[in-house]
C-alpha cells in the first residue's frame, strides 16, 4: 500500500513510510571472512565503486549473482542509539520555526533546515534526525538534476513531482551518499532515509523486496561510516533482514493498518518505534485535540507497547498531540 507523508513541497506528498556484497575470488579471501566472521565480512565497505552493490546504472547484477544476497554491518559502533519509548516531534512541512515542543528527539528535513536549526535544538539537550527522500526523485530538491533520466520510475500516484527511482543504480547512490555527507555537513545525529518499499508499489522498475533489503543495509553501512544513525521507514516486509542495521523504527499508520505487532520486533531489540498516526485524515490540518476515541485508537494499538507515539496533521506541521 502507498502511505502518504508530507514534504516541504507546499503540503501532503506520497510518503511511503526503504554494499555490495563481496566476492570472494581466492581460498584466502574466503578463510579470511570466515575468520573474521560472516557479518564482519558483509558489512565491509568499498569506496572505490560508489558502493554500487554489483551494479551499474541498469540495475543488472554483477556477474556473479550476488545482487540476491543482503549485507549486513551489525558489528559497527553506533554514535548514537535512543532508547525505547522515548518522546519525539517530527515536522516536515517548510522549516522548523518551533523548537518549544519537549521532545528529546526531533525529526526535521535534511534540505528546509540549516545547521543553525540543528545546533540550536542540540543546544537544548535535543538529537535531530534528518530526513530526506531515499527512494524517490522530487523534482524541487536542490540536486534534482543530478539524476538520470533512465533511474526514473512511474510517478508516485497523485503526487506530481515525485517518481520512484532505481535504488540499484550508481548515480542514485552516489546521489544518496551526497545527501549523507549534508547531513554530516549540517551536524545531524541520524537520518530518516523515505521510501525505501518501491517493492510494494508499481515502481516502474522492476525494484523488487531482495533489492530493498540491499539498499536499505548499503544506506546503513554508508550512514554508519559518516556517525550517523539510521532507522527503517515502514518496510515492515524487510525488518528481519534489516533490523541489525537500524538504530529505530519510523512507521506510519500501523494502528490503523492493524499492523502494529509487525514492528514490534524493534521493541524486542530494544529499539524504539516512532510511531505516526493520522486520525484527522487527508485533508484536516488544523490545531484541535481528536477525540478520546481517535486517541484511544492510535494510541493503544495490539502489539504498540512501548512505542513513541504522535498523533499528526497529515501535512505534519507543528501540531501534535501525545498519548
Not at 64 to 85: E, I, K, L
Request: hydrophobic residues 35%; proline residues 2%; contains cysteine.
Amino acid at each position: 500500500m502507498e502511505e502518504k507523508v508530507v514534504t516541504s513541497k507546499g503540503g501532503v506528498l506520497a510518503w511511503s513510510m526503504k554494499k555490495k556484497i563481496l566476492v570472494f575470488g581466492s581460498a584466502a579471501i574466503v578463510a579470511l571472512g570466515l575468520g573474521l566472521g560472516l557479518g564482519l565480512g558483509l558489512g565491509l565497505k568499498h569506496h572505490d565503486n560508489d558502493g554500487d552493490a554489483g551494479q551499474d546504472d541498469t540495475g543488472s547484477s554483477d556477474g556473479g549473482g550476488n545482487h540476491n544476497r543482503s549485507t549486513t554491518d551489525a558489528n559497527t559502533t553506533v554514535t548514537w542509539q535512543p532508547a525505547v519509548g522515548i518522546k519525539w516531534q517530527i515536522k516536515l512541512l517548510d522549516p522548523l520555526n518551533d523548537t518549544s515542543i519537549d521532545a528529546p528527539v526531533y525529526d526535521i528535513d535534511l534540505f528546509d533546515n540549516p545547521k543553525s536549526t540543528i545546533s540550536e535544538l542540540q543546544s537544548l539537550g535535543r538529537k535531530v534526525i534528518c530526513y530526506f527522500s531515499a527512494g524517490t526523485y522530487e523534482d524541487w530538491r536542490d540536486d534534482a538534476d543530478e539524476f538520470k533520466k533512465s533511474d526514473l520510475g512511474s510517478n508516485l500516484g497523485e503526487w506530481p513531482g515525485e517518481k520512484w527511482v532505481n535504488t540499484n543504480s550508481t548515480t542514485v547512490r552516489k546521489i544518496m551518499k551526497e545527501r549523507l555527507d549534508l547531513a554530516v555537513t549540517k551536524g545531524c545525529d541520524g537520518v530518516d532515509p523515505d521510501n525505501i518499499d518501491a517493492y510494494d508499489n508499481k515502481n516502474g522498475l522492476g525494484l523488487t523486496e531482495v533489492d530493498a533489503i540491499n539498499y536499505v543495509n548499503w544506506l546503513a553501512s554508508e550512514a554508519h561510516d559518516r556517525g550517523l544513525s539510521v532507522g527503517l521507514k515502514n518496510g515492515g516486509d524487510i525488518i528481519d533482514s534489516v533490523i541489525d542495521n537500524m538504530q529505530w523504527s519510523v512507521n506510519e499508520q500501523c494502528a490503523e493498518e492493524e499492523e502494529c505487532d509487525t514492528y514490534s520486533a524493534f521493541i524486542d531489540a530494544k529499539k524504539p518505534v516512532f510511531h505516526i498516526e493520522y486520525p484527522k485524515g487527508d485533508d484536516t490540518n488544523n490545531n484541535k485535540n481528536v477525540t478520546t476515541k481517535e486517541k484511544k485508537a492510535a494510541c493503544n494499538a495490539d502489539g504498540s507497547d512501548d512505542f513513541s507515539t504522535v498523533i499528526k496533521n497529515m501535512d505534519l506541521d507543528n501540531w501534535v498531540q501525545y498519548c
